[in-house]
């Protein structure tokens, strides 16, 4: 088992450094400098489990915020009833993308140590346009599992997927990804997502949304370290808000639907999401995000909750 995640922790390795190639390639040439960031995430869900992650870096190659390459640590807090544990982690990041359809790279990739173990953490991605009308998306990403059992043996898993986003007309789209989930525990899943968008009010940023995703497991037996049913399906009926307002790009959805689960029914799923980032204080930039989520997690599925609230402050100089 230590092999076979060995080997696709050295495949998401290897996508971020092709990844890192692909952004070269397309760099945009402008001054750069330094630049000094912080941030915290606060989650909390139905079960009594809870996360504090705080983070600070640097980026030493700062042109503007889709453009930048740097380094970060971060330590996480992760709590349940008489359950505690710490868990460091490092991290690089580079990212060059276009501010209008971020076409490009985006990358935060690094390790974390958990119960004696250093695993792969993080998110890459890379998308290109072959045409005026068509994205496609390469990612890769790795994370902990994070439920006190799953932390306490140090699990953690990677995730590989590419996806197509295609405009049917001026105000219809779909999208479609695929994707490949394997865990430090030999255990695996198969996942698709997909989505039919409608741009209702364009002017304003609102659509309206049908979303779609479901995941197959290989190995049931994981000996109750997180929740892992055989199949699981969620639908979501969504409206959702993007819009540009003095600088400032607010986003948002609510939505509601259905998920089931093999061998645990069905119920109903809800969403509801913010999130605003912006410039103040002259460059500096701030970014704020809070959700809540009804949905399956790692921990429990029968009317399973979480919450989670954030913010992060980037000041050059």
Known sequence: ??????????????????????????????????????????TSDSDGFRTYRARV????????????????VQSTRYSQDGFQQDVPAVLGTYRDQRRDNLVGVDIQAGVARVSGHLRPIGDASYRFMPSNTTSVDFLAS?????????LRRGIGYGFFAVGVEQDLTDRFAVTAYAGYQP??????????????IWTALPEQGVSLQLRYRQYATRDLDVDNAYFNPERYRQWLAVAALRHRYAGWMFTGA???????ATGSGSQGSYLA??????????????????GYYRAAGFIDFDGYAYRSIGAEVVVPF
């Open 1 to 42: 088992m230590r092999t076979f995640f060995a080997v696709r922790a050295a495949q998401f390795l290897g996508a971020v450094i092709l990844l890192v190639g692909a952004g070269a390639a397309i760099a945009q040439e402008e001054p750069s400098r330094f630049a000094g960031g912080a941030g915290f995430d606060v």
């Open 183 to 196: 865990f430090s525990d030999g255990n695996a899943r198969t996942h698709f997502r997909g989505r039919l």
């Open 142 to 150: 790795a994370d902990l599992v994070e439920s006190p059992e799953a």
């Open 273 to 290: 999401e913010v999130r605003a980032e912006g410039p103040f204080a002259g460059d500096s930039r701030l970014i704020f995000h809070a």
């Open 254 to 260: 609510l939505g509601a639907g259905q998920e089931r």
């Open 57 to 72: 870096g640097g980026a030493y190659a700062y042109q503007n915020p889709w453009s930048y390459s740097g380094v970060a």
